[in-house]
């Protein structure tokens, strides 16, 4: 945008000065030249500056069509020039400089382990891989905004509000805290898992995947995973957190969920929190060990499934992984499809009371 606006101004000066020394048609052409700008402005490409020199080549125009002032009007609309780019183009490098400083690049590899060969499946199963096509159609938008602030500085300045909209900057997630979810209730233990249990009746396997995947999106919020260049240029990252209460289909009704955890321990464990997981809390937090049942189920995620669902006394516990999609790879140095930890949850039936 900066460079139409400096082309329309590179037909505009030339106009104006003729205009001041000749009468009739010159003026009729810098009318003409500064008229089209309006096509510019219909079509969405709004442009500051032209806008502003328009109005002071017209005044000034008027002012120095006298001969005695004539040999003032380009000195003068040159410095008009040089103000009316040079003060919002330095306003718009200051800001774009701060939001460089707000969002350094940062190195993850001391607190984002990669993740152990074994826990890459050998095949994942069509399902599984058309579900991660999917998530990654999720992730797609995130850090773009970031991405241009610090590979694209000089494009993004160029293509600022100042000198047009046709490409700013989308907002950038806020660094501050978000408010804590608590748990919705307590979860038993599974000590032995039941030859008897069974997946569940009363609610689709769609509606358990849609659950899994809404506190997935949730927990990892793509817009706050930021820009990555690389494991060790890492910038605007937010610590994955649940932001709020994941709802689950009739007749079940979510009572907790657990991070498993799979890289930062040496052996699979279960962050314990009052709270839905935020790993800025859960990081040398306490842990637990798996059950039976989480136990079962991740040896189920490990060969390429992605929910485990069993039904014991009432109540439903379902394991769901979560996969590096193609956008986890850089920051977690893995492969797309490896597992990355899983989420433990339980509901109850709703007409079954709480247990």
Not at 165 to 174: D, E, N, Q, Y
Not at 180 to 203: F, I, M
Not at 293 to 311: P, T, V
Request: aromatic share 10%; with cysteine; hydrophobic share 40%.
């Amino acid at each position: 945008m900066l460079i139409l606006a400096l082309i329309h101004t590179a037909f505009q000066l030339p106009c104006a000065i003729w205009s001041v020394h000749r009468k009739g048609f010159p003026m009729l052409l810098f009318a003409l030249v500064s008229a089209s700008f309006l096509l510019v402005m219909y079509v969405g490409a709004l442009l500051i500056p032209p806008v502003l020199l328009t109005i002071a080549f017209l005044v000034e125009i008027h002012h120095f069509r006298e001969p005695s002032r004539r040999r003032y009007f380009v000195p003068v609309a040159l410095l008009t020039v040089l103000l009316v780019y040079g003060v919002p183009g330095a306003w718009h490098w200051y800001e774009l400089s701060s939001k460089k400083s707000k969002y350094p690049l940062v190195s993850m590899e001391g607190s984002v382990p990669e993740p152990q060969a074994f826990y890459h499946p050998q095949q994942l199963p069509a399902e599984t891989g058309d579900h991660l096509k999917r998530m990654e159609e999720e992730f797609r938008y995130g850090g773009g905004s970031l991405r241009r602030l610090h590979e694209e500085t000089f494009q993004t300045f160029i293509n600022s509000p100042g000198f047009g909209v046709a490409r700013r900057l989308r907002p950038i997630p806020p660094l501050g805290d978000s408010s804590v979810v608590p748990q919705a209730g307590h979860r038993s233990p599974v000590l032995e898992l039941p030859s008897s249990a069974e997946t569940p009746a009363g609610a689709s396997f769609s509606d358990l995947w849609f659950l899994n995947d809404l506190s997935i999106l949730d927990f990892l919020n793509p817009r706050g995973l930021g820009y990555v260049n690389s494991r060790r240029e890492v910038a605007g990252f937010r610590p994955h957190e649940f932001r709020n209460s994941p709802t689950a289909a009739n007749p079940w009704t979510l009572q907790t969920v657990e991070l498993v955890s799979l890289l930062i321990h040496e052996h699979p464990a279960v962050y314990v929190s009052p709270n839905l997981p935020r790993m800025s809390e859960l990081r040398g937090g306490p842990t637990r060990p798996l059950d039976k049942f989480e136990e079962r189920g991740l040896a189920e995620l490990l060969r390429g499934e992605d929910l485990y669902i069993r039904e014991i006394d009432g109540t439903c516990y379902m394991l769901g992984a979560i996969r590096a999609v193609k956008q986890c790879q850089t920051c977690h140095g893995c492969e797309r499809g490896d597992l990355l930890g899983a989420f433990s949850y339980s509901l109850y039936r709703e007409n079954a009371g709480n247990p």
